[in-house]
């Protein structure tokens, strides 16, 4: 079965410091793979995603994941975080098994960015 | 300008009770969905409609009906609210990639 895993459920990280968001996948075939961030009461919004190409993808906000196929990760990483970054981060795989471009999400991860 | 928009923003309301949430997309999307975010924060997808037509329909209790009047809506109408049923819903819309979120409808069943 296609599968997403977030392993920790909550980062703590000092403002200006490196982040990283852990996640593993997965799935057959090759994988179709999403970042998105969700903040209090409002709904996800994109930050990256991985297709195809260059395995370390750039997004929004100063983001960026490392797609890594031995290891089936795609960790998400900021090299200076920001206390704005606190957040609820979700992972996502696209289902292989069907056509219908659905998504399977991680458990998310709490980001807490202490000034 | 809102990309996927939903209406209402909360919704409170008693069980056996029957309601409906509203789903709008103005980014012309040919596939819209409707997920549940349970209050461990887990995303779970309901259904999905391709240019109005079923394509995802997960393991819902059948009180839980999608109706999608053209590809820029999709409304979801649920029967006989139960206590369970408290969440927040959203709504997104793709094309052939990333899915784009609506803000959520908070629904409390009481």
């Known amino acids: 079965a296609q599968s997403v895993a977030q392993p920790e459920d909550q980062v703590n990280v000092a403002e200006g410091n490196p982040l990283t968001v852990k996640c593993t996948y997965s799935?057959?075939?090759?994988?179709?793979l999403f970042w998105y961030v969700q903040y209090p009461n409002r709904g996800l919004q994109f930050l990256l995603k991985?297709?195809?190409?260059?395995?370390l993808v750039k997004g929004s906000y100063g983001f960026e994941a490392e797609f890594n196929k031995s290891q089936t990760s795609f960790h998400l990483k900021k090299p200076s975080a920001l206390v704005s970054d606190s957040a609820l981060y979700f992972c996502a795989v696209r289902d292989t098994g069907s056509n219908t471009g659905k998504l399977i999400f991680g458990q998310g991860t709490t980001l807490q960015v202490k000034p | 300008d809102t990309a996927v928009s939903q209406t209402p923003k909360y919704l409170v309301t008693q069980m056996g009770n029957d309601k409906s949430i509203k789903c709008e997309q103005n980014l012309g999307h040919d596939t819209m969905y409707w997920y549940k975010q349970d209050s461990k924060k887990f995303l779970k997808i309901m259904f999905s409609?391709?240019?109005?037509?079923?394509?995802i329909n997960e393991t819902v209790p059948n009180r839980f009906s999608p109706k999608s009047p053209d590809k820029a809506h999709l409304n979801l109408h649920i029967n006989s609210l139960e206590l369970g049923d408290s969440a927040v819903y959203f709504c997104?819309?793709?094309?052939?990639?990333?899915?784009?979120f609506g803000p959520g409808t908070r629904l409390t069943v009481t």
């Open positions: 799935v057959s075939g090759n994988p179709y």
């Open positions: 409609y391709n240019n109005k037509e079923l394509i």
């Open positions: 991985y297709i195809t190409g260059d395995n």
């Open positions: 997104a819309s793709s094309q052939r990639g990333e899915q784009y």
